[in-house]
């Protein structure tokens, strides 16, 4: 697969870095609105520099993965989809429902395989728990527990224009949620607060959430976020059933324990995403290039998007009125 | 102290066994309303069986530990208190809010030791993590979590005289979460489920249910509860703050850990609340003897009753009405 | 049982409050070379002070539990065999197999319930880590590995009259191979440092050894000893089969764990014999009222104590000598 | 760095694989005993199948990696040296010690970066636990005990070809040993057993063994090894000192936690070698490039192929002597 990359920032240099020690993909081309970082990133690679126009343009490119800011998602998505590229797209396509249907229009018109980046459902622990899930080990799944806290918050301005924690953070839980619950989410409600910087509430957002969903038979589904974790990147999912518990917990660098003052100790959890998520990114370039290949679905895709935004939107509707949403509600 | 049980049944066993071993304690007698349970349990512990009625008059008996049927608590207590005897109370004092409050009422004008048996608060584990909470090791509280899953449901008419799943199984994680949070609980969301056992619906209840909490200063609390863990009971609580995390963990009879087929694995935690709660049960004893004898307040009084109560009324509420209640208009 | 208590010093006194809480021993009298202990400790317990000799000629008296120094082991074992009393005995029976031996051909013409103060073969860890053997949970056994550390050293003057680490202190960990490795030793190697403190050297003692014991079909056992662990008492056993592992772990006072700064940690072992052992004296204690009642043998008897000796002084002559030595030079 | 692999067999296609994905080596040419093995090999990477002769004799390739069957590398290692080509040995460098000693005059003569592929140096879990001791972790080390089990035995053709279970396996942990004790061994005794399969007795061989080394100060060191643990592979250290013991854990492939029936289960081990020491293989090469880069010396050299096979010489004396062997008497 030729694949070019548009958006040569923090996480277009993860891809571009997972796409260059991947045996079946080259990296065709990098494009960035900030062009001298497109060819940094490409002189790094060994390859070319380009606009994203160009890239569009170019046949001889088979795909493309667009890791620009959020804003510019929906444009490039659109306009790879009529220029007949496969797609990963990260996520999320837009920050409001309407952009997004948009997008989900156009590629229904311009049907080509089209990923979307939630890099969480390609871990190999979770996707264990999802294969357990599957194979029946825990029974009837009846409650799943998500926590997902990031090690710092982000810079302020970051989080303006964030879309809020919602649509920003905790979007990856609601992926991760409507995947492992596989059923239908009917209600949301959610409380958040600003405990970790006033910041924060000063750009209009909170920095702690609780969420719960309900779903159709009733599984009951607890999300917890917070922006600073101390410790590192606090990942942990559990799901409970009628015939067991499955836990994904967090994952270190290695395995040594001391013993001594102040007591037994391991290693504190990996630090971000980069580090937990590594193999994740890997294993999504796969997915993508095989989905691509054989022209079966990837793992995630631009409709997990839109669900994923419904819930977010949701969330946040639960979190100003102060009262539990139903999702039929969010259009 | 010479203590007198009033109930010999389940829980009234436990205690008459924790009492007999206790070294400043004696079982000076025994009553239950159907006297031959009390002259059973009289006879194996060396020590009379009464009328609870002969037990408040005799002027001899310091103190009583009431831990008959649910119905019987108040009048009891009522009848203690006014015979000046110390008094450790199974909870809940009643189902409902009212009786509780002249319950207090008789309370104050009769002011004896009287303590409330919320055993968790005694629990080694849970002790700690309250003593490190205390001391600043995880920075400021933001949340906290607690599960608490039985390994079986009771039977089905016990469901039906319970006062509904938020009155008798998650008012210990109400408690624990007053305990633990240390600021007033401002709101109160609920959802719930009955996904094991359809007979626990027909009886109007759930099985299932999260709810969460939030503190005046924003302070998020998630309870998780199941009426059934396959795998035993189920007694978990994470703290998460400012500068770390507290988890108190499932604990199991040994440490010894087997590796071969199927994995690396360890013991299942303990049964239930007789295994999980032994050295609690012990500590509740000592706590409510010292609190007697230095005429401190015990660990849990029967203020903690009642504002215990006062959640499971609004986490019924909020699951009736589908939306969050203040805790200021549950009267 | 009416028991009587030789001996009033440390393990005297452990013995003495767990006698007092056991529901079917009564204390019946505290003896002690040095009356003033034998008094404090009666007067704690409720109970008489009275002369060794007088404890043997009181025939109300069923049974002793010899608690005393060392050197006195073997002649009250043989006075209160004389005597007709059931036994518990504080290893060593004596330092020298002769002794020992001459002690054991009393016991043979005084047929009495004797058994000795293995206390680790009661803990119930090491207990279901046997009966896992005994159920073939790792197939055929195949290896064995005996850590065992103390917290700190013992008084420089306990070393001089301890008989040297591998009779004071390993000693233990042969009977525990013995019991797990349920068949015949025949070779015994050792090595030794003295790495923690000049002053045992001094003594003419090791601190540090390591030792390997052959079985007669090859089962290998390796058993590593300290005399200090910083962290507390170290106590672990690990056997290994054909069909897999099994790991007596540490155990720790509670399940809590802090994550933060500097890692994930969970609390210290427990620190010494006291707290990691107090259930197993519990059961020490019922073994022998159950053993005296119903006329069966001890978990350890005075032949344990004869055969553990013998492998203490292989390895002695092991680590004098630099050689492998056969357990039949051993008489 | 461009780079000829020689030998294309189990271990030479890990190699290969490695050198394809590292950004700083070109996969120059692959040499086989069995040219279609060579050849299979090259169109696999895209490089050429050449004689290991016709390697010795190009002048653009700057290493070689002997990966072929042990008693050809002491030949190739000399080859490689007198046409002044870096070396990475996969260890032994021969069987025996006297061809040993004469490849290294060879070295001595051609002096050329020289790696030796003791693998396990380069464990990402293993060097941290080296580090940690570097930085006095736990103060002074005093006891260190290796286990290392293969999850499955060779075939009894291969143990025939080993040169013994000492010099085959325990190998590695020989030179673990030497690197972690950091001073000199001065004697070793060896015990072992053949309990596993009698085709490796009838071989000549044990296939359980325990190992005991002392070093000059007094520092003492077990090692055990079985040539089957139905688990997986089984590589755990653990460094025991002044101030706390540090323990490498046997890793696996997620964290993932089940609890239900039978208990709480995590992962098995990973399997073997391929799988645990990806990693290792990685940065194996990588130090390597870096010595010849920079001129520096390997983590592991060729000298340090010949002190581990001092031991095994003298562990197998030791075994086949019954008793303790003093390591200056192994020329």
């Known amino acids: 697969m030729k694949l070019a990359l548009i958006g040569a920032g923090r996480i277009g240099k993860v891809h571009a870095q997972t796409i260059a020690?991947?045996?079946e993909v080259t990296l065709a081309a990098i494009a960035d609105y900030h062009a001298p970082a497109a060819e940094a990133l490409a002189a790094q690679y060994g390859t070319r520099a380009l606009s994203a126009e160009a890239i569009?343009?170019?046949e001889d490119i088979d795909a493309v993965l667009i890791a620009s800011s959020t804003p510019t998602h929906a444009d490039y998505l659109e306009q790879a989809a009529r220029a007949g590229k496969a797609i990963l797209c990260e996520k999320p396509i837009a920050l409001?429902?309407?952009r997004t249907r948009d997008a989900l229009q156009v590629l229904a018109a311009h049907p080509v395989t089209c990923a979307l980046g939630f890099n969480r459902r390609h871990d190999?622990?979770?996707a264990a728990l999802k294969?357990?899930?599957?194979?029946?080990r825990i029974g009837h799944l009846e409650t799943l527990s998500i926590i997902s806290r990031d090690p710092t918050p982000p810079p302020t301005e970051y989080i303006g224009a964030s879309g809020g924690i919602f649509r920003d953070m905790t979007i990856h839980d609601f992926d991760m949620a409507r995947w492992l619950l596989d059923e239908p989410i009917t209600h949301v409600h959610a409380e958040g607060s600003c405990l970790i910087d006033p910041a924060i509430g000063e750009a209009g957002d909170v920095d702690t959430i609780m969420v719960t969903l309900t779903t159709a038979s009733g599984r009951l589904c607890h999300i917890s976020n917070s922006r600073r974790a101390?410790?590192?990147?606090?990942?942990?999912?559990e799901a409970f059933g009628s015939a067991g518990m499955l836990q994904a917990q967090?994952?270190?660098k290695t395995r040594l324990r001391f013993t001594g003052e102040p007591g037994q100790i391991e290693e504190q959890p990996l630090w971000f995403f980069l580090e937990r998520y590594a193999e994740a990114y890997r294993r999504e370039i796969s997915d993508f290039v095989d989905a691509w290949k054989q022209g079966h679905t990837p793992l995630a895709g631009a409709e997990d998007g839109l669900e994923a935004l419904r819930l977010a939107e949701a969330a946040e509707r639960s979190l100003k009125e102060g009262r539990r949403i139903a999702l039929d509600d969010i259009h």
């Open 124 to 126: 190999p622990q979770f």
């Open 96 to 98: 409001d429902l309407a």
């Open 56 to 58: 569009f343009a170019d």
């Open 131 to 136: 294969q357990a899930l599957g194979e029946g």
């Open 230 to 237: 101390c410790y590192g990147y606090d990942q942990r999912i």
């Open 250 to 252: 967090n994952e270190t």
């Open 21 to 23: 020690s991947h045996p």
